[in-house]
DNA sequence: TCCATCATCTTGACAGTGTAAAGCCAATGT
DNA sequence: ACATTGGCTTTACACTGTCAAGATGATGGA
């Protein structure tokens, strides 16, 4: 789903904005033309609806995801080791999730869709984890490795977005790095 | 939220089905009342509107999970390895994240609430899972393998849901078991 | 220049939704 | 006998997504 012109663009901004704003439930498309200045009708011209505005909401999402990991890695010091550099980056996916709960949310939720945009930038986003699990594999299976760390931080980003500060938590801040190291050590 | 009678407990029924059959939109209370054969306003007054009632199903969704977790556990033959009783539990996870997707979906959405029961079951089902990590602590910290573990499966229970069987899908079904050997080896 | 075409956006209408207020009604307690 | 309560219905309202029809303006060929 290509934006056709400006107000395509604008109308995906302002969705996102809404779900940073007042969460999921504050996604609708009315809202989103009341706060584009157009008439009620307008998104759903543009996006084939609230499901396809949906997905082109993800899609931006993923953009801002994978620029997000990739900020993280450049801020590091050329001299980090592998370890601190993916894991700076693993720090980020779950700061992602933390502070853009409304919108992680949504582009998961999205991903089983048809649409190659999504997948291809869901996809690119991937590739920037499994970009720096590569130090790690050593003699064991590439894919294994990659899985294990994915899903250990995607995991992870999910119960911190659940649960943002429960003391009873059976998962502690530090368990992450901890848990971490047992994968790729 | 403990139900006042019988009705309750079948407007929780008809909700659960709904979201097997419909998938998550099709969750409305206006349905569910129709489907119990009652006006639409009374679910509503149940449970203190959808919200409440979105909790109540959760909380139901867990009682299902856990019960899942602990079969899975006890068709494992007796002589069955420490390894092959956490992949069996682990293996009914991903599984009934896959069946039930809409379920599951709704059940992690609704954790960061402050519904006593909810939270209960959710630990409770945790524990299960929690306990068959033990033999595998050894020497290190146990909040430590018991979050890899636990983020491990449940990143790829939705990443198994989001993407049910893509040729070109990162992770591969043998992968979870080779990096859970990671994790707990 | 004129006219057809098309994309963009508005307007109006409709069914479906959650919610709140009011009412009904049987059971219960005093 | 009477008031009260809980369980449920009825009614009404604002809000939602979607569709059909129309307005507006740009484009582009004759």
Redesign the pocket.
């Given at each position: 789903m290509q934006p056709?012109?400006?107000?395509?663009q604008v109308l995906i901004q302002a969705g996102v904005a809404l779900l940073d704003e007042d969460g999921t439930e504050g996604?609708?498309?009315?809202?989103i033309?009341a706060r584009a200045?157009?008439?009620?009708?307008?998104p759903?011209?543009?996006f084939n609806?609230?499901?396809g505005?949906r997905i082109a909401i993800a899609t931006q999402g993923f953009q801002d995801f994978r620029h997000d990991l990739i900020c993280a890695r450049d801020a590091m010091p050329a001299d980090s080791g592998p370890f601190h550099r993916l894991l700076a980056v693993n720090h980020a996916y779950i700061r992602f999730a933390r502070c853009r709960t409304a919108l992680f949310r949504l582009m998961f939720d999205q991903l089983p869709t048809q649409d190659d945009d999504l997948r291809t930038i869901a996809r690119a986003s991937y590739v920037v984890l499994q970009h720096h699990c590569a130090p790690f594999v050593g003699d064991r299976k590439a894919a294994s490795v990659e899985t294990a760390v994915w899903a250990l931080t995607h995991g992870f980003a999910m119960l911190k977005m659940d649960q943002p500060y429960p003391p009873d938590s059976p998962v502690q801040v530090s368990s992450y790095e901890d848990a971490l190291r047992l994968v790729v050590g």
């Open positions: 056709k012109g400006d107000l395509a996604l609708t498309l009315r809202r033309a200045g157009v008439s009620h009708a307008a759903a011209h543009h609806g609230l499901p505005l």
